[in-house]
């Protein structure tokens, strides 16, 4: 049986993926065959395996991270909110069921076996397995039915490494207060703590790291610095604060887009290659103003198109979206965007509303089925290859007239406002910079495409955080744990918390 550990951290957005990632990359660069592996993850940004299995976006990233394709084993377990009370299990790739957070607990011990069973095979194939928890493992609330963090290190009996955000402060709180509300079982799991956005001297940070030891009886792993540019495929709505400052544009100008933070917005990262690219500034918007000044607007994906496209209509953006497009300024809509932008949407799925109008703006009607269609899609932007596309969706659109946006022949284009169920294509770069000659185009801007391939981007951000890793941890005691497993002896810090 190959090495394991578990990344927990104390909160969501703490830095468990990226840790987990570029622990994955580090270890594939000492030649070590390793795999990523989240036994549930709660998300909206999901990916399409080769096999047609739908995973978390988060796991496609760190098995990229690591050198392997993602495939289904490596998150068993993906929870897609559908509303605050109710989401979609989707188990092995394939949905399973639609819960309310109760009944979900009834499915928790045969989950866990699947996840197991997964865990198992991937130790099995690889030399290394780093799994990564979900939320915080001291959500007592929740220990009794776990199977993403202590309750999946308990019954695989993996050493973990709790990791803690110390840019919004109390870092330390965290770190010990996580610690000291587990059990005395699952304290003795817990090795050791890792600090992660930290700015500034080290040397500052260094007598809070030995008292912390002092109280627990466990080192720090390490602190690893604030790192600017490393925007990977994030898997939490949390990561979509302030706007990311643009490259330098090549010309005079810089191009505006505008993509609508839909409340149950999915797959996000598709515009994460327009960051990409010199002076294109990206922004995420909830009002009237952010999109009447945008170069593009962006209606992305939604895990609830009928319950977001009335909240559209609640803002006032379907008016907005309908002078852009009596103006000729661009608009894209994203599957669940693109079904919002059409005539009609007939959906028996997922919220049951029936037939309900669209924003009347693309030629397209939508009925919604009850198998979900997964896929990796190809095809053509003009004379350009669309091969990093993917699909996920309940939604079968039927054009009924405008152009196809790719060829041969999907999505729609009518005038200004293009639509596609194809999630991913904006990382293929052609593609990508003739979408964006468009939109340059029709506001009359000075603006030219960078020559960076989106890919070789991607693998440079994944090489950055295995340099982090490589720089700021402590490898050899990273290791030792992978061997070893966790040491004897660690110390109880009471109250802890019962069994």
Wanted: hydrophobic share 45%; charged share 20%.
């Amino acid at each position: 049986m190959s090495g394991a550990l578990l990344v927990a951290g104390t909160t969501s957005d703490a830095g468990k993926s990226v840790l987990t990632a570029g622990l994955c990359r580090w270890l594939a660069r000492q030649g070590v065959s390793v795999a990523p592996f989240k036994a549930q993850n709660m998300s909206l940004n999901s990916a399409v395996t080769v096999d047609g299995a739908e995973v978390g976006r988060a796991q496609a990233m760190q098995a990229a991270a690591a050198g392997i394709e993602v495939e289904a084993a490596m998150n068993p377990v993906l929870l897609k909110p559908g509303s605050d009370q109710t989401s979609q299990v989707v188990v092995l790739g394939r949905p399973y069921a639609d819960v309310s957070a109760l009944s979900y607990r009834t499915h928790k011990a045969a989950l866990l076996e699947i996840a197991l069973d997964c865990l198992a095979d991937l130790r099995r194939r690889y030399d290394v397995v780093i799994c990564e928890g979900a939320g915080s493992p001291a959500e007592i609330n929740l220990r009794a039915t776990d199977i993403a963090n202590m309750g999946l290190a308990r019954a695989a009996g993996l050493p973990v490494l709790v990791v803690g955000d110390i840019n919004p402060g109390g870092v330390f709180a965290a770190l010990f207060g996580t610690l000291a509300l587990l059990c005395a079982e699952d304290q003795a799991l817990v090795c050791g703590f890792v600090v992660n956005k930290f700015r500034g001297d080290v040397a500052l940070l260094e007598p809070g790291l030995a008292m912390l030891q002092r109280l627990t009886g466990r080192s720090t792993y390490g602190v690893l610095p604030w790192t600017e540019g490393l925007e990977l495929d994030v898997e939490d709505s949390l990561g979509l604060s302030a706007p990311v400052a643009p490259l330098p544009p090549v010309g005079r100008d810089v191009l505006r887009v505008s993509v609508v933070r839909l409340p149950r917005l999915s797959n996000w990262t598709d515009v994460d290659a327009l960051r990409s690219e010199p002076g294109v500034l990206v922004r995420f918007a909830t009002t009237a103003e952010e999109l009447a000044d945008a170069d593009l607007v962006v209606l992305p994906g939604t895990r609830a198109t009928v319950v977001d496209l009335a909240w559209v209509r609640a803002r006032g953006l379907d008016r907005v979206l309908a002078d852009r497009a009596a103006q000729g300024r661009p608009v894209l809509g994203v599957c669940g965007g693109y079904q919002m932008l059409g005539r009609s949407v007939q959906d028996a799925v997922e919220s049951r509303a029936g037939e309900v109008p669209g924003l009347g703006l693309l030629p397209v009607t939508t009925v919604f089925g009850p198998d979900k269609v997964l896929g990796r899609p190809t095809g053509r932007w003009g004379p350009h290859p669309v091969t990093t596309a993917y699909e996920i969706h309940h939604g079968v659109v039927t054009r009924h007239g405008g152009e196809p946006l790719f060829l041969p022949d999907e999505g729609c284009r009518s005038g200004a406002v293009l639509g596609t169920v194809w999630h991913g294509v904006l990382e293929s770069d052609g593609a990508r910079r003739a979408l964006l000659a468009e939109v340059a185009a029709a506001a009359d801007r000075d603006w030219s495409p960078g020559t960076a391939s989106f890919a070789q981007v991607r693998q440079d951000r994944l090489d950055a955080l295995g340099d982090l890793v490589a720089d700021h941890l402590d490898t050899a005691a990273v290791l030792r744990l992978l061997h070893e497993g966790p040491p004897a002896g660690l110390p109880f810090v009471p109250p802890g918390a019962p069994d």
